[in-house]
């Protein structure tokens, strides 16, 4: 399949997210080079306007989950 440097750089990054969210197995890079393939295929035919960003591999985000949040120090009395 032949496709331009656009496309294929987008398709190498969803194949890379989706190779990190699976736990980075090896021997699945055809799978995933063919499903990122795809999915950048179905979102160019539903609506070419609308912009594509990459996945984020499972367990990062931007959004403050609140596990950071600040704890208040217990006072010891001696």
Do not use: C, D
Not at 24 to 29: E, I, P, S, T, V
């Amino acid at each position: 399949m032949w496709m331009n440097s656009e496309k294929q750089r987008l398709v190498e990054e969803r194949a890379y997210a989706l190779w990190e969210a699976e736990g980075r197995l090896h021997g699945k890079h055809e799978e995933h080079w063919h499903r990122a393939a795809r999915e950048i295929e179905a979102e160019e035919t539903a609506s070419p306007v609308v912009k594509r960003f990459p996945l984020r591999p499972a367990g990062r985000s931007t959004a403050n989950s609140g596990s950071h949040s600040r704890r208040r120090k217990k006072k010891s009395f001696a």
